[in-house]
């Protein structure tokens, strides 16, 4: 897949088929865009993806900017798998969030990119002020012998299935919805830092998890999950929240790996198929809270983990 940091005028001659949206998450709906967009692609043909690198809430309300399911690295890689040729990955910013919805169709869309087929979302809104919407798209499209296409939205349980949808579900932990959503387990990843060393003291050494800025966490508590790291799979708990036991600072993301003797600072593990096992709370003491850490590695000995 070729990645475009801009959107320069198209010099190939191959035509384009585009389909535009964030894409947080890539979860069942977006990828139902995305097949719509590649049964247009002929052969010859190349079928691309113009998306933004910051939400654009980000520049539109900034005080309101949603937590992100997928990180723009994961999201790279999630529309790569997809069998998409080219994806414009672009800052959203001052230039794109004044242009009109007719100027954003016929200047980038059909003049610089040259798309000869549009696909989006049929609750698809954009351009100034939000006004142009799927119906704007097939007119201006058409109005210049292009074509468009309004997928409709995708239900799970009578419900559209939408990035909120998903965000909604990992607030409350409820990761087995989440993962049926997104159609793979939500992920989790970070580089291993230095923390306070409670875990090792307490005798569950845990790997401390700088997750990147932006990334939406699952609600506070414990949860069985799988890790990976080199590779390799372990099979672990995550504790994500402010230690209040001894007394509540900065939420962390501490990772304990059953049978994983390694010291990994500076190194990344990636967790996934995360199940909720109890909330955060203080306990009364050190020796209460290592007797419930025991109860909550009883939860690794599942033979296998379920996502569903």
């Given at each position: 897949?070729?990645?475009?940091?801009?959107?320069?005028?198209?010099?190939?001659?191959?035509?384009?088929?585009?389909?535009?949206?964030?894409?947080?998450?890539?979860?069942?709906?977006?990828?139902?865009?995305?097949?719509?967009?590649?049964?247009?692609?002929?052969?010859?043909?190349?079928?691309?993806?113009l998306?933004f690198?910051?939400?654009?809430?980000?520049?539109?309300?900034?005080?309101?900017?949603?937590?992100?399911?997928?990180?723009?690295?994961e999201?790279?890689?999630?529309?790569?798998?997809?069998?998409?040729?080219?994806?414009?990955?672009?800052?959203?910013?001052?230039?794109?969030?004044?242009?009109?919805?007719?100027?954003?169709?016929?200047?980038?869309?059909?003049?610089?990119?040259?798309?000869?087929?549009?696909?989006?979302?049929?609750?698809?809104?954009?351009?100034?002020?939000?006004?142009?919407?799927?119906?704007?798209?097939?007119?201006?499209?058409?109005?210049?012998?292009?074509?468009?296409?309004?997928?409709?939205?995708?239900?799970?349980?009578?419900?559209?299935?939408?990035?909120?949808?998903?965000?909604?579900?990992?607030?409350?932990?409820?990761?087995?919805?989440?993962?049926?959503?997104?159609?793979?387990?939500?992920?989790?990843?970070?580089?291993?830092?230095?923390?306070?060393g409670?875990?090792?003291?307490?005798?569950?050494?845990?790997?401390?998890?700088?997750?990147?800025s932006?990334?939406?966490?699952?609600?506070?508590?414990?949860?069985?999950?799988?890790?990976?790291?080199?590779?390799?799979?372990?099979?672990g708990?995550v504790s994500?929240?402010?230690?209040?036991?001894?007394?509540?600072?900065?939420?962390?993301?501490?990772?304990?790996?059953?049978?994983?003797?390694?010291?990994?600072y500076?190194?990344?593990?990636?967790?996934?198929?995360?199940?909720?096992?109890?909330?955060?709370?203080?306990?009364?003491?050190?020796?209460?809270?290592v007797?419930?850490?025991?109860?909550?590695?009883?939860?690794?000995?599942?033979?296998?983990?379920?996502?569903?």
């Amino acid at each position: 897949m070729k990645i475009h940091h801009a959107i320069a005028p198209r010099a190939s001659d191959r035509p384009l088929v585009l389909a535009i949206g964030f894409f947080d998450g890539f979860h069942r709906g977006h990828r139902e865009i995305v097949r719509a967009l590649l049964r247009l692609r002929r052969p010859g043909y190349r079928a691309a993806v113009l998306s933004f690198r910051n939400h654009p809430a980000t520049y539109l309300r900034p005080d309101a900017v949603p937590p992100l399911i997928t990180t723009p690295e994961e999201r790279v890689d999630l529309l790569a798998r997809s069998g998409i040729d080219e994806l414009y990955l672009v800052p959203f910013d001052a230039a794109l969030a004044e242009l009109d919805a007719r100027s954003f169709l016929e200047e980038i869309v059909l003049d610089r990119l040259a798309a000869r087929a549009l696909v989006v979302g049929a609750n698809f809104r954009f351009g100034r002020a939000r006004t142009g919407d799927a119906a704007l798209c097939a007119e201006v499209m058409r109005e210049r012998g292009a074509d468009a296409y309004a997928v409709p939205p995708l239900l799970d349980d009578g419900e559209r299935v939408s990035s909120t949808r998903v965000r909604a579900a990992i607030a409350h932990g409820e990761m087995a919805t989440a993962n049926r959503l997104l159609c793979e387990p939500y992920a989790l990843r970070g580089r291993v830092v230095l923390g306070r060393g409670l875990g090792h003291d307490l005798g569950f050494p845990t790997a401390n998890l700088d997750v990147p800025s932006g990334k939406m966490l699952p609600k506070e508590g414990v949860y069985r999950i799988t890790a990976r790291h080199d590779g390799r799979d372990y099979r672990g708990l995550v504790s994500i929240g402010t230690n209040p036991t001894f007394g509540a600072g900065a939420k962390t993301v501490e990772a304990w790996l059953q049978d994983f003797r390694k010291t990994v600072y500076g190194e990344e593990i990636a967790l996934r198929d995360f199940a909720f096992i109890r909330e955060q709370r203080a306990f009364a003491s050190a020796d209460e809270l290592v007797a419930q850490m025991h109860d909550d590695a009883t939860h690794v000995q599942f033979p296998a983990f379920t996502t569903s």
